[in-house]
């Protein structure tokens, strides 16, 4: 499993944070735990919900939120959470983290129509651009990965695509920042491919597979090829997610479980990522 | 405007060869600046290596403007850049160096990203990468970038001046000056060039004035003088004889006081031989400069 720019947060530091549970769970396990913003994404304030009442929550407060609520002190982003990305907005937000005892986890970058498949070049460039950008933020906020959308991976851009994520890597390395990619809904096998020729890492998500088989023959795979971090969703007529995780700790995998939940699993955000707390508390 | 700017020695210049029999004056050739789009038929490009008619890469581009017509200005679209690596940047830079050259200022047409998108993330995806931009101009010793502005519609406005200040205040910090150009076009939803000029003043960013970029004469002669006190030191001219007098253009600039760069952008319109086409509108600039 991979360290750099790994920490583990301090017990100490962790049982100084309040929390809704009568009885902290196993410390050490919450210390292996992420949520998405994503999850929260309906209570989220930002320029793209104005007046929604039910927005309540302010990005500079989901790590303290998260801390105080479930004990857990890693979070994972979107880039398009941040509604800035100057130098004084990335200080105070790594303040906010500093101050819940938090670490960002992973940004995940996902351009509108930018990524690593374009047949373009001159799209292609201006994918690198942008994550290298995002390279230096992810820096700047302590996060150690991030992950880059695969857009595809047709064979005709194949080639270009992996030289598009060597590019991008040789920049990560130089930062100490992992860049990372999972097969969403490409064929993981093939993915599996381009992660090795790029030299990048993968970001194994249990439930981003299109049949029930997939799951335990890819997972087995990608689990040793993370960079210290994996994505936990729960969609039970698609998959178990205790035999994903079952699977993550037959392999070895000593990394984090992010928590990724959406409408479909509970019209309460709180109500569904607490429902895979508890099995990855169970499981872990 | 001196940021960055510098003026091309005339002894260097007079080192380079050129078509013409008798050199043109220096102080003259030093204010002019060839665009790469003028010669985009012929430029070499990843995507179309083996065609014959591309045979300048936009590596040799300086030389080829120095040599050919005692320019030392070129101008480049981001979009030509084939890397954007700094060890690409480094030997492109060294390039631009051996033709005694300077870059005048880079183009930046990032597709659907423009201060103009009322999302909020793809004006920040805008900004960062003009940022990159900014910081690639620096590598290149380049004083200017010039953004698409977008449509500047009513409901956007206030939104893209935030993000061209945004944007600025980058730039500043780096020594690079942001510029715009007034856009018209009969098929596009145009803003009026009073409400550009607005949207300069407001962001704080320069004019890149463009001789050709107007719907009719009236609002070319109004504009213009505006426009050329407005510059970061360097405009556009185009040759559209049954659109408008160049040199009517040019002599707008003399009584606006503008003592900046004119850069050729030379078209299709313009004749099939890129070569032809920016000569003609050299000789006119020449002639009235």
Redesign the interface.
């Known amino acids: 499993m991979m360290k750099r720019r790994e920490f583990l947060m301090s017990s100490a530091a962790v049982a100084a944070s309040g929390s809704a549970w009568a009885q902290r769970p196993d410390q050490a396990k919450l210390d292996r735990i992420a949520v998405m913003s994503l999850c929260f994404a309906p209570l989220l304030k930002?320029?793209?919900r104005p007046g929604n009442p039910k927005a309540t929550l302010d990005l500079m407060d989901l790590a303290g939120m998260v801390a105080e609520r479930y004990g857990i002190h890693r979070v994972e982003f979107q880039h398009?959470d941040?509604?800035?990305?100057?130098p004084t907005y990335l200080q105070e937000f790594r303040s906010r983290l500093r101050q819940a005892n938090s670490q960002v986890n992973q940004i995940n970058l996902d351009?509108?129509?930018?990524n690593i498949s374009a047949p373009d070049?001159?799209?292609r460039?201006?994918t690198?651009?942008?994550t290298?950008?995002?390279i230096d933020y992810a820096a700047a906020l302590d996060c150690p990965r991030v992950m880059v959308t695969h857009g595809g991976l047709a064979p005709e851009v194949r080639q270009s695509a992996v030289e598009t994520l060597k590019?991008m890597n040789a920049y990560g390395k130089a930062k100490n920042v992992f860049v990372t990619m999972d097969p969403g809904n490409a064929p993981w096998e093939m993915v599996v491919e381009v992660i090795k020729a790029a030299g990048i890492w993968a970001n194994p998500d249990c439930g981003n597979f299109p049949d029930k088989e997939s799951p335990a023959a890819a997972l087995r795979v990608l689990y040793r090829m993370s960079a210290g971090s994996s994505r936990v969703q729960h969609v039970p007529n698609k998959f178990d997610t205790a035999d994903a995780i079952k699977i993550a700790k037959e392999v070895g995998y000593k990394g984090v479980f992010s928590i990724e939940t959406s409408s479909r699993n509970s019209p309460d955000p709180h109500a569904s990522v607490r429902a895979i707390l508890d099995i990855l508390l169970a499981n872990i | 405007m001196k940021r960055r700017d510098f003026l091309t020695g005339s002894a260097s210049a007079l080192a380079s060869s050129a078509a013409w029999a008798k050199r043109p004056d220096q102080a003259k050739l030093n204010r002019i600046g060839i665009m790469s789009v003028c010669f985009d038929p012929i430029l070499k490009t990843?995507?179309s290596p083996a065609d014959p008619k591309r045979t300048v890469d936009i590596m040799d581009f300086a030389d080829l403007i120095a040599a050919r017509y005692g320019v030392h200005r070129v101008e480049f679209q981001?979009?030509d850049?084939?890397?954007?690596?700094p060890a690409y940047f480094q030997e492109f830079r060294r390039r631009i160096r051996k033709a005694k050259s300077q870059v005048n200022q880079i183009n930046l047409e990032?597709?659907?990203?423009n201060i103009s998108a009322a999302?909020?993330?793809?004006r920040?995806?805008a900004?960062?990468?003009t940022?990159?931009?900014i910081d690639h101009a620096v590598e290149l010793d380049c004083p200017r970038v010039m953004l698409n502005q977008g449509t500047l519609a009513p409901e956007v406005r206030q939104s893209a001046v935030g993000t061209l200040k945004?944007m600025n205040a980058y730039a500043k910090a780096k020594n690079v000056f942001i510029t715009m150009e007034p856009r018209w076009r009969a098929d596009a939803r145009n803003v009026p060039w009073d409400v550009f000029v607005d949207v300069i003043k407001a962001s704080g960013i320069y004019a890149n004035p463009d001789i050709g970029n107007f719907p009719d004469k009236e609002s070319r002669e109004a504009a213009l003088p505006i426009l050329y006190r407005m510059t970061a030191g360097s405009s556009h001219v185009k040759n559209i004889p049954e659109k408008f007098s160049t040199a009517d253009g040019i002599k707008i600039s003399k009584e606006a006081g503008y003592t900046g760069i004119y850069t050729i952008e030379a078209r299709a319109n313009n004749g099939p031989d890129p070569y032809v086409a920016v000569q003609t509108i050299l000789d006119i600039l020449l002639a009235n400069i």
């Open positions: 930002g320029t793209a398009a941040f509604p800035s990305a100057e351009f509108a129509n930018l070049r001159v799209i460039l201006e690198i651009d942008l290298k950008r995002w590019t | 990843p995507s981001h979009t850049f084939s890397s954007t690596e990032f597709a659907n990203l999302d909020p993330v793809i920040l995806e900004i960062e990468l940022k990159s931009w945004t």
